[in-house]
């Protein structure tokens, strides 16, 4: 099936530093998602993009669609502790539909 | 609204039992969803359905069954287990095919 390639798969970061995560993919997208986990629970939505070239802010985090449609990146600012968790890049296939997931970084913060 | 809800939360399985995953979802979304997501990997889809009565296979449907015959129930149904099958299963839910998708807390399924 279509992959979705995201990286990295971990990050170990200190407080205060900046998160950059990104997905590619050699399919093209209509939409690009991203998705928070944590432990025991299911993925929560953090942006959504609908539209080549978007950039959309939620708070301290960033996200945006790429030309190509074929990629996106999340930008986290000043992480704190409860930053951590596993980020998913998701995307809805542009001739079916289908939605896709990355497999996920996991973002440690140290405080 | 409660959202989506699943149960059970847990179960163990032996091969060759079967069972039926619950999903149920409460905002009246037309979409709903069945992925599986295995130990440091993303979601994979199984099935969807595009609202009552409809079903269609996903990325992985194999060894797996669904039936929509409300809007709001969608189970999982696994006819023989197998060991593969091991994983954490999460239904969703959305209102159109590219609107947000909303997700139940999972249920984590062993086959021994």
């Known amino acids: 099936g279509q992959q979705l390639n995201q990286s990295p798969q971990s990050m170990f970061i200190q407080e205060g530093e900046d998160v950059s995560m990104n997905c590619t993919s050699s399919?093209?997208?209509?939409?690009w998602l991203w998705y928070k986990q944590e432990p025991g629970e299911g993925p929560v939505l953090l942006i959504a993009?609908?539209?080549?070239?978007e950039l959309t802010s939620n708070g301290r985090l960033t996200a945006q669609f790429g030309i190509t449609r074929k990629d996106s990146f999340l930008n986290i600012s000043a992480s704190i502790p409860s930053d951590v968790g596993i980020y998913f890049c998701?995307?809805?296939?542009?001739?079916?539909?289908?939605?896709?997931f990355g497999a996920g970084t996991r973002l440690t913060v140290k405080p | 609204n409660a959202g989506v809800t699943q149960t059970p939360k847990f179960r163990i399985l032996k091969i060759g039992q079967s069972m039926t995953l619950q999903c149920t979802q409460d905002?009246?979304?037309?979409?709903m969803y069945w992925y599986r997501q295995d130990p440091g990997m993303g979601l994979k889809l199984i099935y969807y359905?595009?609202?009552?009565?409809?079903?269609d296979k996903g990325e992985v449907p194999n060894g797996y069954n669904v039936s929509r015959s409300t809007t709001e129930d969608f189970p999982l149904r696994l006819e023989l287990a197998a060991p593969s099958q091991t994983s954490v299963y999460f239904c969703a839910s959305s209102y159109g095919p590219t609107d947000t998708q909303y997700f139940g807390p999972g249920t984590r399924l062993t086959v021994l």
């Open positions: 905002m009246n979304h037309n979409y």
């Open positions: 998701a995307g809805h296939l542009y001739n079916n539909n289908d939605m896709r």
């Open positions: 993009l609908y539209k080549a070239g």
């Open positions: 359905s595009v609202g009552a009565g409809i079903t």
């Open positions: 399919s093209i997208f209509n939409t």
